[in-house]
């Protein structure tokens, strides 16, 4: 298992944006640290009220975000139009080109969340989108799949052999996960501390591990947590 420390990311502050860079993003580079296989980016961005990001472009990616405060308002070239607020899952297939914006409608509230980018199993996609609520109930003391190639469990579908999990829990509670042999694990904390097999995981930090085996998580103080099985 690696380590990935909270203060070791890039960090970007912009005044209305403050951007928090598990890998090589924009202006922060840093050749050991440029994505974990198909997971290229996770952005931990907080956006100041009223502001956001303008309309630009992107291609052949799998774009996921992920809100954890406030709510996220996405509007793009493929005529989707939607507020993502916490416990909502969305996801963008950039594919052949698409143009969209994310804006943070609320003019007193900041918005808090995750921006994930995978890289696809092929380019050229046509580009989509979609997005579905997992309430807390669901994610409570559990690992919830919330987005997988497959769409299993009424999970969001992604153009990739990837499953993301998503997990809430209390001081306490614990969970499990067996990966499986040839797969890939990317354990990222989002708020709160947990224990990953005994070692200790606050907000902002990340784990690697690539051994199949059963992977114990426990509650240290009431955290949220997102996990990538990956090829």
Request: aromatic share 8%; no cysteine; proline share 5%.
């Amino acid at each position: 298992m690696q380590i990935r420390r909270a203060s070791e990311r890039g960090h970007a502050d912009h005044g209305w944006l403050e951007s928090f860079h598990t890998f090589s993003f924009a202006d922060y580079y840093d050749a050991q640290h440029m994505g974990f296989r198909a997971l290229r980016v996770i952005n931990d961005d907080r956006v100041a009220p009223g502001r956001g990001f303008g309309t630009h472009p992107h291609s052949d990616m799998e774009i996921i975000s992920y809100v954890l405060d406030g709510a996220l308002e996405h509007k793009d070239s493929m005529g989707t139009g939607s507020v993502i607020r916490p416990g909502d899952v969305q996801r963008m297939t950039a594919g052949t080109g698409v143009r969209h914006s994310e804006h943070n409608p609320s003019p007193t509230e900041p918005v808090h969340f995750l921006q994930i980018w995978l890289l696809p199993e092929r380019r050229g996609l046509q580009p989509s989108y979609q997005q579905r609520s997992f309430p807390a109930t669901e994610r409570q003391g559990k690992l919830r799949v919330v987005a997988a190639r497959d769409g299993r469990d009424g999970a969001i579908t992604v153009h990739q052999d990837v499953v993301l999990l998503a997990g809430l829990l209390a001081p306490g509670e614990r969970t499990s996960y067996t990966l499986a042999p040839a797969r890939h694990g990317w354990l990222h904390v989002a708020r709160g501390v947990v224990k990953l097999d005994g070692e200790q995981l606050s907000s902002g930090d990340a784990a690697a591990f690539s051994a199949a085996g059963k992977l114990d998580l426990e509650g240290v103080e009431a955290a949220e947590v997102l996990l990538f099985d990956l090829a």
